[in-house]
């Protein structure tokens, strides 16, 4: 993977007025995207996503802060996919509208071709793709917009959180979708709030809260972040023996759900080492992960140790 950003930003500010008084959605955030990489943006609603994807595709004007495009190519220009945005001509098809907007960005389009024909099916859209795109659902408007991203080429995908009403395609099929489409010489970022997309698509994740990058970098260098030794959640029967003075094996969280619990502990030695050492003690193990591993879990410590 070529490491080198499409796209720097340096100490970005961005206030909002309400009723309330000044909102501050972002707050000194640096950040970079990288040639060949999937980036994901993660955080609650309201952390700022939007506004700092807004400001990257140029929508939004920041109040601060530096944003840096690295080798910028007209025919290459970053295209941005939101998850309400009219975007095309409703009075026009849906192939009339890629005629039009791919001839403005300077690509040439073969729809004859069988790349087009492909994605056109991929995407389920051979049976609207002739009709006026006012008839268009929300799922197929949205599908339709990354049809043409892709397309179109660009050098950054900048996705926002559509997935939502993407309802043709799984989330792991998005993910291997986009992360196709990403090669040497492009990008793309994309937020959301589902963590399965993280894990199937993003080769770096930033989580965002309040405004602020709270972590960025691998899933499992975030991980390591937030995690001591290795942690495991063990869900028990919650009517066997207390799991409290078992040697070895920290505790750091119990919660009983029903007739079950759900513990969390630290433990030196490997799941299934765990496992047994735990059920000598009579103990019956309904289940047990390592979250150490799971970027899912990193995030709600992430965000969680932000509020404190």
């Known amino acids: 993977m070529n490491s080198s950003p499409i796209v720097r930003l340096t100490n970005i500010v961005k206030t909002f007025k309400s009723p309330g008084g000044i909102v501050n959605a972002l707050r000194d955030v640096s950040l970079e995207v990288r040639r060949g990489e999937v980036l994901g943006i993660v955080g609650p609603n309201g952390a700022g996503k939007s506004t700092l994807l807004r400001i990257i595709a140029g929508l939004i004007v920041p109040d601060g802060g530096e944003i840096v495009w690295s080798g910028y190519n007209k025919e290459r220009r970053p295209i941005f996919i939101g998850s309400s945005e009219r975007g095309f001509y409703y009075r026009l098809s849906g192939i009339d509208n890629l005629r039009f907007f791919l001839k403005l960005a300077g690509q040439e389009f073969d729809e004859d071709g069988g790349e087009f024909r492909s994605l056109v099916n991929r995407f389920e859209l051979e049976t609207v793709i002739g009709r006026r795109y006012q008839t268009y659902s929300t799922g197929e408007r949205q599908r339709f917009a990354l049809l043409y991203a892709i397309l179109a080429k660009p050098s950054l995908f900048i996705i926002d959180e559509f997935t939502h009403s993407v309802d043709i395609l799984s989330q792991s099929g998005l993910a291997s979708l986009v992360r196709e489409y990403v090669n040497e010489n492009s990008g793309a970022i994309i937020a959301t709030h589902q963590i399965g ?77 765990l496992i047994i050492t735990v059920e000598r003690k009579g103990v019956r193990v309904l289940s047990a992960v390592n979250i150490g591993e799971d970027i899912g879990e990193a995030y709600r410590r992430a965000i969680e140790r932000d509020v404190e």
Do not use: W
Request: include cysteine.
């Open 197 to 273: 997309i993280v894990r199937e698509a993003c080769h770096r994740v930033a989580f965002i809260n309040n405004g602020c990058i709270v972590a960025v970098g691998m899933p499992q260098e975030i991980s390591r972040v937030y995690f001591k030794g290795d942690e495991f959640r063990l869900i028990l029967d919650g009517t066997t023996a207390d799991v409290t003075d078992i040697e070895n094996v920290e505790i750091i969280g119990i919660e009983k759900v029903g007739g079950r619990a759900i513990v969390d502990v630290r433990f030196e030695g490997g799941l299934p080492e």
